[in-house]
């Protein structure tokens, strides 16, 4: 038996092959990024989601059994789903560039910081939605906004 599970691409998405079981979860369409756009989203994802990853996890504090909190869990889906609908049609070409900048670039999002201004500020301008680093000091830059981040 194999250890992982293999997805496939459909239609420029990831999809998972074994869906669960409609006793135990009803359809729900999968979001269908890889770990480059969700990791250059996921700030914009916590300001913009936050009302329902929050009741998610107030519900996951009430229960271990998973299918408790479905319905909380479907509900961060389709508000994940809708913000990158919304990013596709407003910052795509700054979302890519960023993205794909953090592909190439491991992760590090230190190494992607002028991609990463560009698109904050599409986002920021057509969508509202302003980046904050959880538990930055009050008074302090957040690293983001600095100019010389590093220190040589």
């Given at each position: ?28 369409a ?92 599409c ?9 904050v ?20």
């Amino acid at each position: 038996m194999t250890t992982h599970r293999e997805g496939i691409f459909v239609k420029g998405l990831w999809v998972e092959k074994d869906p669960l079981p409609s006793e135990i979860a009803p359809p729900v369409a999968e979001v269908g990024i890889t770990s480059a756009p969700m990791e250059s989203m996921a700030f914009h994802f916590a300001s913009y989601c936050a009302p329902y990853s929050d009741d998610f996890m107030r519900c996951k504090d009430e229960s271990r059994d998973p299918r408790h909190c479905l319905a909380e869990g479907r509900k961060v889906t389709r508000c994940a789903m809708d913000l990158i609908r919304r990013l596709k049609d407003n910052c795509d070409k700054e979302w890519e560039k960023h993205w794909q900048c953090l592909d190439k670039k491991n992760h590090h999002y230190w190494e992607c910081r002028k991609e990463e201004t560009v698109f904050n500020d599409c986002v920021f301008k057509n969508l509202g939605i302003t980046k904050v680093i959880p538990e930055t000091p009050a008074g302090q830059t957040p690293i983001h906004l600095k100019e010389k981040p590093l220190f040589k």
